[in-house]
Structures are given as structure tokens and as C-alpha cells.
């Protein structure tokens, strides 16, 4: 069964500072689908990104950035110059074969942004 | 696009009786819908898959006697809680996923704003 770990249960980061959420993956699929979401205090679910298991580019989307390594398994999350409404539970998620199935999320990152 | 909307946001109800939860797709026709559980500061937990026309699926340990599930339509998608307990209190986001739209990620779900549900 796929599997997705998370190992920083929750960080705190003064507002400028970086930050890289951790985000390692197992599956025995060779076609899958890593994702990013974000939930703010209200709940909602903001999609970030997704990456299919052929592309390894990195990403980058204004302070966000991806690096994703197959080689590890990870697919890791940085916010550049962090800022108060960042703080918010940060999900990777993982789903298998063509269509996504089997979609699994990791138990959460808590990122707190300290002014 | 893909805008999925969850009624109602939150609701209370007393021990024993029987809530039910929309989700609907706004601006694509949904033939897969997810139905996950939240507890407080957990991670998401699928409980059910369902597919327009025909019954969910449920994971296991999820009693589908309990959490009744209709997708009857491709743009809506009813989780009713039964006999709810407080037990059953918890945040539930439905998520939903397309196959035709082109400009609509076909691999990608996209998830409701949540109901945060209180059982007295």
C-alpha cells in the first residue's frame, strides 16, 4: 500500500525566513501523482500543486517552490520569505496508477508564521 | 473552474438524529466524488468513493449503514449521517474529481470548503 510521511509534526518561523516542509513518499506504482494542499484555519482545502511521476522538474510559483526526487522519494515543499498567511496545516498527498486512485494524504505539516 | 460547494457549513444537531450533506460540483460534471473525514488536527481520512449512477464505496471500518452516500446526479453528491452520535462530531469534506472537461485537471480532486458537524 502507498504510504506518505511527514515528518515535522509542526514548525514555527519568524515572518522573511524560508522554510522547506518535508514530504517523503511510498508507492509501487511506477505512474503516480504527488500533491500539495494547503488548509488555512477556516478548513477549505487549497490545491497547490500536482507533479506526475515522469516529470521531475522542479517548480517554482511566486515564493513557492517544489523539488521533487525521485531517487528519495520526496517531494519537498520551500515558502521563500515567509509571511504570516502562510501559516496554515500543509498536506502532501499521493495518488496511484493513471487515473489517481488510491489517493492518500500525509498526516499534515503545522507551519506557524510568527510576526 | 472546478468549483465544488459543500451545504451546509456547519451544523449541530442532537444525539440521534440524521444530518445530511450536499456537495456539489459547480462548474464540471463530477462522475467521482469523495467523502473524507477530519478529526482535529488529524489528516484527511477517505471514507467513501462514489461514482454517479451506481453505490459507493466504502473503506474499511467506515459503516455504510451509518454514512448513507447517494451520487445521483454529475454535479451532486449526499452524505447523510444517520442516527448521529457525538462520536460522529468532525470536520467532513467532500472532494470531487472530472474526466472530460479539458481545462479541468483529470487527475487532480478537487475539495469542497468542509462541514463542521457537532453532535450534542
Known amino acids: 500500500a502507498q504510504k506518505v510521511t511527514q515528518a515535522q509534526t509542526e514548525i514555527s518561523v519568524v515572518e522573511k525566513e524560508d522554510v522547506t516542509l518535508d514530504c517523503v513518499y511510498e508507492t509501487r506504482d511506477t505512474t503516480y501523482y504527488l500533491f500539495w494542499y494547503k488548509q488555512p484555519p477556516s478548513g477549505e482545502l487549497v490545491f497547490l500543486i500536482r507533479?506526475?511521476?515522469?516529470?521531475?522538474q522542479n517548480e517554482i510559483s511566486g515564493r513557492y517552490s517544489w523539488n521533487f526526487q525521485k531517487s528519495t522519494s520526496s517531494f519537498n515543499f520551500t515558502i521563500t520569505a515567509s509571511q504570516v498567511v502562510d501559516s496554515a496545516v500543509y498536506f502532501c498527498?499521493?495518488?496511484?496508477?493513471?487515473?489517481?486512485?488510491?489517493?492518500?494524504f500525509g498526516p499534515g505539516t503545522r507551519l506557524s508564521v510568527l510576526p | 473552474g472546478a468549483v465544488v460547494s459543500q451545504h451546509p457549513s456547519r451544523v449541530i444537531c442532537k444525539s440521534g438524529t440524521s444530518v445530511k450533506i450536499e456537495c456539489r460540483s459547480l462548474?464540471?460534471?463530477?462522475?467521482?466524488m469523495f467523502w473524507y473525514r477530519q478529526f482535529p488536527k488529524q489528516s484527511l481520512m477517505l471514507m467513501a468513493t462514489?461514482?454517479?449512477?451506481?453505490?459507493?464505496?466504502?473503506e474499511q471500518g467506515v459503516e455504510k449503514d451509518k454514512f448513507l452516500i447517494n451520487h445521483a446526479s454529475l454535479t451532486l453528491s449526499t452524505l447523510t449521517v444517520t442516527s448521529a452520535h457525538p462520536e460522529d462530531s468532525s470536520f467532513y469534506i467532500c472532494?470531487?474529481?472530472?474526466?472530460?472537461?479539458?481545462?479541468?485537471?483529470?487527475?487532480?480532486?478537487?475539495f469542497g470548503p468542509g462541514t463542521r458537524l457537532t453532535v450534542l
Open positions: 462514489s461514482n454517479e449512477g451506481s453505490k459507493a464505496t466504502y
Open positions: 462548474d464540471f460534471q463530477a462522475t467521482t
Open positions: 472532494s470531487a474529481r472530472d474526466w472530460g472537461l479539458a481545462d479541468v485537471d483529470t487527475d487532480t480532486q478537487y
Open positions: 507533479r506526475n511521476s515522469f516529470d521531475e
Open positions: 498527498a499521493l495518488s496511484e496508477g493513471n487515473y489517481g486512485q488510491n489517493f492518500v
